[in-house]
């Protein structure tokens, strides 16, 4: 029997417990009439935008398919059928992201009801949203691959094949997180700015006309963004690995190709097993608190890890392979699980860089700011160090293999890892929609603990996700350099470096500093996007205060669909730019500059997009929590001076952690995958030097 | 006659000039005897700082020459006269720092004197000042290379003496830069923040303690600190290009070694002439405007530059070198003047970006920050590929050495850059004094229009200074690939790349990863130094109202020195940590990680730091001209909620515009003077890889 088919049956089991936690969200209540009225109208406003978007994306999808099915017809290093593949691969990230948002829409306002009962119950319904959609991501990733490897695996052009799947999820994601986050923190932003600040009403008030489009934010940008981010991650970890299978031959350390490429597949399926176990582990007693709850959680992934771990040591056992791999895919989990939990000593409130910030926040707005983004560019150096280890060790006993098994190792416990960060924003809309539905504030009370360790959680999650992100695309330059000829790889695996490759090579250093620009002009472009979103819904929500009679008094209904609208038309314009620029940049750059420059291209926006990364990453979730630090009674408590300055550092934090930051890890993968893809049309090119 | 008697002549000729302007200088009225009191207190102020600074550099100073003598002593490819040159250095850097602060401090008073008869007087006497400090640097400059040159050329080991005294040039200025930057944004952000926001009284008004050491703030910081940056870069640019001689023999540039060392003494020499001619063609008419103020000093920047390129081809011609060695110092030369103009328009408001961040204040200081930092990571695209588009044409025209020779262009015309450059904090002053002491508001109003338009030329120098540490930096990260043999040179100065330096070699990529690390670190230690001290200098301030009678009123008197004192303690204390991480990072890293990794490191610092050092300079110069647009009356004017939040956005682009970015240009040179001095020694490293 094909050892694949092992995967098969853990994407199968995934789909099993997928099923089983939807069934037993379903079968909560749906709360009260007025909590079914404002669910339904956020499950419309977000179905409208993922129905828009995924056309326009699947405008994208189809003329990038044609070129790569016409560029397979007439180049013979390409292969047509990886126009197929692509296609494949967009619909299944699209399909991800789709049933992560379709079960957190229907958790949203069961969250709310079952939170009016116990905490305990709150926390059942969103996390067990959240571990659908992490499970989701996992099963449809190695069923999607199993496939791919079923149908393909005998043609000569596998190689070229796989990495087009990869493109397909990665430019879906791309879109994903850049469109959603337009919409959620304009939306976000725009709702807070005009009611909270201007109006003086609290958050969430019905008479704000962008409140259901805030929601609608929360579940396109945070839910559905995320999955398609993270599926991204996922099959892209496994693709990279294999795409380098040959390397691993050569230097000996599994037996065969076949074994190279059941390698990360098993590792992958023993993650999903993992993943299961560690889902149905999230329990608290009848009477839970704070501590608790995080214990349950904690208690969950780390589980998840270790039998990872054991697992991922039986393959490599049983594969025959050099035992020096796992030390790479320890590494790599390792590495993981410590970012993690670096970001959430940076950005949570109990220790002491968040509290600087408050306190600086005595001093004004100001320096708010400037602590603020020096604590986000401070956080920078446990992460970059813990890359750097991993990648010595995985590049010790694995060479270049051993590094894309070392991000195989970090992603495989995916589906309970994004479990814990996707019941976040659930529990957040739960909270808004206990607001809206004017029940008592116990509800409130209730769902802003589960928001509240929602945030801790999801800041151990991008910590996470950035470090994958980073690894995972180190795996993609490196296939790309195999590919596109960088090296040149001797009969025996061993890998001979080209001179022109030469770090001081004019071309190659002029490459890496073109590349470091690339994370820069695409976080700008982001930012300035949410700006905009956020202008037009400010002035929306004046405008219908202005022309509804009695809005402002509570006696007239606002016009939610108008801001969900404006947001939806904003986002699918503005996301265009920035995700054209990343797929046509290192093009570009391929064919004038060469592929030697590429390869440096490639490096350099991985070094400036890591640090631009964490630090918008850490800046914000510092910023916000300082904030949240201040609103807990300290320094003058909630309307302090000291909370009025926390409160810019907040609002300025919001797009680059929600948007700039996250889009920026699809970016990095995406440049490195489209070089792959290409990379024999590109290894044609050695540019104008 | 040795040809670089011609630069020992250009170097007297420079110091007659500077001569000529300082006896102009000090022909003036040092003005009424309240603000001969104010220009005194400044003074010692200032020089007591300075003396206490040059104490703590001295002891650093001996310590390192001491190890270097060692090393000197016990490798035989070092040489002792290394410590000797790295003394020389250092003490050159001092003398530069010094000079111009000390002319600056005696014209502060005078050109509020001058100010007070007419604006083309005030323009006379600040922009001589300036001139004095620019045409010190590249004096002393090229006299001390030319010492240099008599005594060691015949040394065999003359290669590694030069860099020796590179970096003791280059230690002194990161500690004049980060100890001056701190002591003057400590000062000037606290003294705003008691006196402006919280007491609200006028800027510079005496009742406030801290002004006198804002005042100090700006000569210790902005005049010292930046003659002993721009020393650097320009006895860097000369260097760099002299320790790749071999290679530009080999490639047949030029004839032989002799002239590959003439060749950069002579073209900086030429620069030297330029710049006297510019410095005598800035005069305006006896009823001057801004625009034509703004011609004259354009007038003379553009002539200077022509005059440099002309001289540069005849000093080609005459030694017979390559003629594509031209285009190499014109891609160095243009790249300048358009990157100073690129900076001009994102910083201006007369432009685009600069109005969109003010229009972005009427949505609240969170839009001003987030709008801010997309303009200066915006910002970053003209100088990226204005320095790679330069590099690529030196590279092709001259291989390393060509772009070491488009980096002596770049800098050549500093004398007159820098003047324009320098005279702004001299203005800035002269209006704080006339504010302080009590003359009239049409004094103020003029020296506000000269500051005004220094804040122009000064956005311009910055950005100009940007891109000349950059191609300075890659120069000498190049010499070091040579000295450490990362690239092996044939006998005809071919470059061979050896198959370690490979890109996507393990210890290179990692080392690139890890380098983009330190520029974050470093920004983020001086902008909490920064921070620290505002908060120092808030207390101090807020004490001596609460403890001195009459203070508040006016009627007693504050104790300045109190202020600058904690200023100088602060900013004493704080120097060191970065500094020191400066030093010690590369050896540690080449040590540990080896000579290959250290490349990539280097690289890897230059990616990051380039886009940091831009993003902190435009994002600060946008936010503090954002705020200026407001207060000429726009969108609200002075006082209206705009201008609150535009007000949050100047105080945190500060530091980042003033201490830390300015410091960061430092920083990457440093780290590869430094290497390139030890790379001898590092070339046994080859890493735990």
Same mark, same amino acid.
């Given at each position: 029997?094909?050892l694949?088919?092992i995967a098969?049956i853990?994407?199968i089991?995934?789909a099993?417990a ?6 037993s969200v ?5 709360g009260?009439p007025r &909590?079914?009225?404002?669910s339904?109208?956020i ?14 994306l699947a405008a994208v ?5 044609i070129i790569?099915g $016409?560029?397979g017809?007439v ?10 593949a692509?296609v494949?691969?967009a619909?299944c990230?699209?399909a991800?992201g789709y049933?992560?948002?379709?079960i957190?829409?229907r958790?949203n306002g069961r ?5 009016e009962?116990s ?6 319904v969103s996390?067990r949203a959240?571990a659908?959609?992490g ?6 990733g190695i069923i999607?691959?199993s496939?791919?490897?079923f149908?393909?695996?005998?043609d000569?052009?596998f190689i070229?094949?796989?990495?087009a799947y990869a493109t397909g999820a990665?430019l879906?994601?791309?879109f994903?997180?850049v469109?959603g986050?337009i919409?959620?923190k304009?939306?976000?932003a725009?709702?807070?700015?005009v009611?909270?600040v ?20 929360d579940?396109?940008?945070d839910v559905c963004?995320?999955?398609a981010?993270l599926?991204e991650?996922?099959v892209?970890? &496994?693709i990279a690995?294999?795409?380098?299978a040959?390397?691993a ?7 065969? &190709?076949?074994t190279a490429?059941?390698?990360p597949i098993?590792i ?6 993992a993943s299961?176990?560690?889902s ?7 009477t839970?608190e704070?501590?608790a $709850?995080?214990?349950a959680?904690r208690?969950g992934?780390?589980s998840?890890?270790i039998?990872?771990?054991?697992? /991922? ?5 049983f ?10 895919v ?6 993981g699980v410590?970012?993690g939990?670096?970001t /959430?000593?940076?950005? /949570?409130?109990?220790f002491?860089p968040?509290r600087?910030?408050?306190e600086? /926040?005595t001093f004004?707005?100001?320096a708010t700011?400037?602590?603020g983004?020096?604590?986000?560019l401070?956080s920078?150096?446990?992460s970059v160090?813990l890359v750097g280890f991993?990648?010595v ?7 270049f293999?051993?590094?894309a098994i070392?991000a ?6 995916l589906?309970?890892?994004l479990?814990?960060d996707a019941?976040g924003p ?8 206990s607001t809206?539905?004017g $029940? ?5 009370e209730?769902t802003d603990?589960l928001?509240?360790?929602g ?5 151990t999650?991008k910590?996470?996700a950035?470090g994958?992100a980073i690894?995972n695309a180190?795996g993609?330059?490196?296939s790309y ?5 960088l090296v040149?790889v001797?009969p025996n ?8 490759l030469?770090?001081?090579n004019a071309?190659?250093i002029v490459?890496v500093?073109?590349?470091g ?5 695409f976080v700008a ?10 202008g037009m819904?400010v ?7 202005r ?7 509570g006696t007239?209904?606002?016009q939610y669909g108008r ?7 904003a986002a699918?314009?503005q996301m265009l730019?920035?995700?054209l620029?990343?797929v046509?940049a ?10 030697y420059a590429l390869g440096?291209?490639?490096v350099?926006?991985l ?10 990453n ?6 916000d929590?300082a904030k949240k630090? &201040?609103?807990a ?7 302090s001076?000291a ?6 550092g907040d ?6 952690k929600?948007?700039?930051g ?6 990095l993968?995406?440049m490195?995958?489209?070089?792959l893809?290409?990379a024999?049309v ?6 104008i030097?």
């Amino acid at each position: 029997m094909d050892l694949v088919w092992i995967a098969v049956i853990s994407g199968i089991l995934g789909a099993a417990a997928v099923a089983y936690f939807v069934r037993s969200v379903l079968r909560e209540s749906p709360g009260t009439p007025r &909590i079914r009225e404002i669910s339904t109208a956020i499950q419309e406003g977000a179905m409208a935008f993922i129905g828009r978007e995924y056309r326009t994306l699947a405008a994208v999808v189809i003329v990038v398919a044609i070129i790569l099915g $016409l560029l397979g017809a007439v180049s013979p290093d390409l292969s047509w059928n990886a126009a197929i593949a692509f296609v494949f691969g967009a619909v299944c990230s699209m399909a991800a992201g789709y049933a992560g948002m379709n079960i957190a829409v229907r958790a949203n306002g069961r969250t709310t009801a079952a939170a009016e009962k116990s905490l305990n119950q709150g926390l059942r319904v969103s996390f067990r949203a959240g571990a659908v959609m992490g499970l989701t991501v996992v099963s449809i990733g190695i069923i999607g691959i199993s496939i791919l490897y079923f149908v393909w695996h005998n043609d000569p052009q596998f190689i070229v094949i796989v990495p087009a799947y990869a493109t397909g999820a990665s430019l879906v994601a791309l879109f994903a997180r850049v469109g959603g986050g337009i919409f959620t923190k304009g939306a976000d932003a725009g709702s807070d700015l005009v009611g909270k600040v201007e109006a003086g009403i609290p958050e969430d008030d019905p008479r704000n006309a962008a409140v259901v489009a805030d929601f609608v934010g929360d579940n396109v940008g945070d839910v559905c963004g995320m999955g398609a981010d993270l599926f991204e991650s996922y099959v892209e970890s &496994i693709i990279a690995s294999m795409t380098l299978a040959a390397i691993a031959v050569g230097i000996g350390v599994v037996a065969d &190709i076949q074994t190279a490429w059941y390698l990360p597949i098993l590792i992958a399926a023993g993650g999903i097993i993992a993943s299961i176990i560690g889902s149905f582990m999230v329990k608290v007693g009848e009477t839970p608190e704070m501590g608790a $709850l995080l214990g349950a959680l904690r208690r969950g992934t780390l589980s998840s890890s270790i039998l990872t771990a054991a697992f /991922s040591f039986l393959v490599i056992f049983f594969l025959k392979a050099d035992i020096g791999l796992f030390w790479a895919v320890l590494g790599g989990l390792v590495a993981g699980v410590l970012m993690g939990e670096a970001t /959430s000593y940076f950005t /949570s409130y109990s220790f002491k860089p968040t509290r600087e910030i408050s306190e600086a /926040s005595t001093f004004g707005a100001g320096a708010t700011v400037i602590r603020g983004l020096a604590v986000g560019l401070e956080s920078c150096w446990p992460s970059v160090i813990l890359v750097g280890f991993a990648t010595v060790i995985a590049y010790k006993f694995g060479g270049f293999y051993g590094v894309a098994i070392a991000a195989t190792g970090m992603l495989s416990t995916l589906g309970v890892t994004l479990a814990t960060d996707a019941y976040g924003p659930v529990a957040d809309n739960a909270g808004g929609i206990s607001t809206m539905a004017g $029940l008592p504030p116990e509800v409130r009370e209730k769902t802003d603990a589960l928001d509240s360790l929602g945030n801790t959680t999801a800041a151990t999650g991008k910590g996470f996700a950035i470090g994958a992100a980073i690894l995972n695309a180190l795996g993609l330059i490196l296939s790309y350099g195999v590919a596109a000829g960088l090296v040149s790889v001797s009969p025996n695996g061993k890998i001979v470096a080209t001179p022109e490759l030469s770090l001081l090579n004019a071309p190659v250093i002029v490459g890496v500093i073109l590349g470091g620009l690339l994370p820069a002009i695409f976080v700008a472009m982001t930012m300035k996007s949410v700006g905009i979103t956020t202008g037009m819904i400010v002035e929306e929500v004046r405008r219908q205060w202005r022309e509804i009679p009695g809005l402002r008094e509570g006696t007239a209904k606002a016009q939610y669909g108008r801001c969900v609208d404006i947001c939806t038309r904003a986002a699918l314009r503005q996301m265009l730019a920035p995700a054209l620029m990343t797929v046509i940049a290192p093009v570009v750059v391929g064919i004038v500059l060469g592929k030697y420059a590429l390869g440096g291209f490639l490096v350099g926006a991985l070094g400036t997009g890591f640090i631009i990364a964490i630090m918008f990453n850490n800046a914000g979730g510092a910023w916000d929590n300082a904030k949240k630090w &201040i609103e807990a009674g300290n320094l003058g408590g909630k309307g302090s001076d000291a909370h009025k300055a926390a409160v810019v550092g907040d609002t300025a934090g919001d797009p680059m952690k929600d948007t700039s930051g996250p889009s920026l890890n699809i970016m990095l993968k995406l440049m490195a995958v489209i070089s792959l893809l290409l990379a024999p049309v590109l290894s044609r090119f050695t540019g104008i030097f």
